[in-house]
């Protein structure tokens, strides 16, 4: 048998063992959970930026959208004829569209006004104009607008023309002084895309590709008899092509 006064002792001691087991499983799980607060804090500082896709230019696409280009040309009552600066105008707003044209190229007669038919004589006039300036007759279509109780009411030509533009630029501005994310202006790369987009001779190129014309067959042939011949298949130089360096540097 135990001594006396021993199982009290042991029943303490177990029971301090117990609150010390208790206590230390307490204080591990909240020095883990700390510790992995720290290194998820650290972690996050030195995360990297993040990676733009593509490159920041790539934000402003050039675009194409359609335009009307009009010409509005002003009519009297008694008005017999288009005067001769009117027929200026049409000759060249018949080159414009030569030159970036696309689809019909209308004439629209004021219906119900005062001018009414004085417009409907102008209207053969202007399409006798446009035609003689270049323009098929069969793109230039007629048409008439409601005009009806007005006075003065003008005869109105229109056509569509593709113009290239960059996208997004110029709709957000910020200081760049204070940007604490060092991130790119929103307009970063509009200077390149703008002066892109103004040295676009025909924007519908963008939109569909432009037909090849067929290689001239005499030229080609011209070109190959050369070639067969051992002879030089390019033209010849004449004196004004030709040049010397200058000895004034020297």
Same mark, same amino acid.
């Given at each position: 048998?135990?001594?006396?006064?021993?199982?009290?002792?042991?029943?303490?001691?177990?029971?301090?063992?117990?609150?010390?087991?208790?206590?230390? &499983?307490?204080y591990i799980f909240r020095s883990l959970v700390c510790?992995?607060?720290?290194?998820?804090?650290?972690? !996050?500082? =030195?995360? $990297?930026?993040?990676?733009?896709?593509?490159?920041?230019?790539?934000?402003?696409?050039?675009?194409?959208?359609?335009?009307?280009?009009?010409?509005?040309?002003?009519?009297?009552?008694?008005?017999?004829?288009?005067?001769?600066?009117?027929?200026?105008?049409?000759?060249?707003?018949? &080159?414009?569209?030569?030159?970036?044209?696309?689809?019909?190229?209308?004439?629209?007669?004021?219906?119900?006004?005062?001018?009414?038919l004085a417009a409907r004589r102008a209207a053969q006039? !202007?399409?006798?104009?446009?035609?003689?300036?270049?323009?098929?007759? !069969?793109?230039?279509?007629?048409?008439?607008?409601? !005009?009806?109780?007005?006075?003065?009411?003008?005869?109105?030509?229109?056509?569509?023309?593709?113009? &290239?533009?960059?996208?997004?630029?110029?709709?957000?501005?910020? =200081?760049?002084?204070?940007?604490?994310?060092?991130?790119? #202006?929103?307009?970063?790369?509009?200077?390149l895309a703008v002066n892109t987009a103004a040295m676009?001779?025909?924007?519908?190129?963008?939109?569909?590709?432009?037909?090849?014309?067929?290689?001239?067959?005499?030229?080609?042939?011209?070109?190959?008899?050369?070639?067969?011949?051992?002879?030089?298949?390019? $033209?010849?130089?004449?004196?004004?092509?030709?040049?010397?360096? #200058?000895?004034?540097?020297?």
């Amino acid at each position: 048998m135990g001594k006396p006064g021993m199982a009290p002792l042991a029943m303490y001691w177990n029971r301090r063992m117990a609150h010390m087991q208790t206590h230390m &499983a307490k204080y591990i799980f909240r020095s883990l959970v700390c510790g992995a607060i720290i290194i998820l804090g650290l972690s !996050a500082c =030195n995360t $990297a930026p993040k990676t733009p896709f593509g490159l920041p230019g790539d934000q402003h696409k050039i675009i194409v959208s359609q335009k009307q280009e009009d010409l509005s040309l002003t009519l009297a009552p008694n008005m017999a004829a288009l005067t001769p600066a009117q027929i200026r105008t049409l000759t060249s707003y018949a &080159a414009a569209y030569l030159d970036h044209g696309y689809g019909p190229l209308v004439i629209s007669v004021p219906e119900g006004a005062n001018t009414s038919l004085a417009a409907r004589r102008a209207a053969q006039q !202007a399409q006798k104009a446009l035609h003689e300036g270049g323009v098929d007759w !069969a793109v230039i279509v007629k048409g008439q607008y409601q !005009a009806a109780g007005t006075t003065g009411s003008p005869l109105l030509l229109s056509f569509t023309r593709y113009v &290239a533009s960059a996208e997004g630029c110029g709709e957000r501005w910020r =200081n760049l002084v204070t940007h604490p994310g060092n991130n790119e #202006s929103d307009n970063f790369g509009c200077a390149l895309a703008v002066n892109t987009a103004a040295m676009i001779a025909n924007p519908y190129d963008l939109v569909r590709p432009s037909t090849v014309q067929p290689a001239l067959t005499a030229r080609r042939q011209t070109v190959m008899g050369k070639y067969i011949a051992g002879q030089p298949t390019g $033209a010849e130089r004449s004196s004004d092509a030709k040049g010397t360096v #200058s000895d004034a540097v020297n």
